[in-house]
């Protein structure tokens, strides 16, 4: 698994860097393991306790902010509305292979124990400067996802 080697170039002082692509697989054809799965898989292998998503818009909305300017970022979102709104969710951002917002979502909902257990996860923008610092000292940045 890749963890393996992740694990050895950590040991070597290295820090890999990672993203998603397309795989080949014999049963299953070819898929995509997104960047947001493979944050996920190192949250849980490092027992990580903060998980952030860095994306182009400032967090989850109630409606798509590029179609509504009325939409309302919500300071934090429960996995569990994810069954409701998840058709919401998938137009949320461009398009692309890896689902967007509602595919960021689903990879989360893998850590759901993790989150109960005390893993904090949230979503920001990085395209506002200072974004990622003023999460860090706990301002009102993004949104924080729960397990629900």
Known sequence: MFLDAVDGFLRLGMIPLLGGDVL?????????????????DL??????TRLVFATAVDGIYDRD??????????????????????AQLAR?????????MAGKLDAVRRAAAAMHAGLRVDVISM????????????????TRVIAG
């Open 127 to 142: 395209l506002a400067p200072g974004n990622l610092t003023a999460l860090l000292r706990g301002e009102d940045v993004g």
């Open 65 to 86: 902010p590029a179609q509504d300017p009325a939409a309302v970022r919500l300071a934090q979102f429960s996995l569990g509305e994810t069954a409701s709104g998840g």
């Open 92 to 100: 949320q951002a461009r398009v692309d292979a890896s689902g967007a």
């Open 43 to 48: 949250a849980l292998h490092f027992d990580a």
């Open 24 to 40: 080949v697989d014999r049963r299953a054809g070819f898929s995509v393991h997104s960047g947001d799965a493979i944050a996920v």
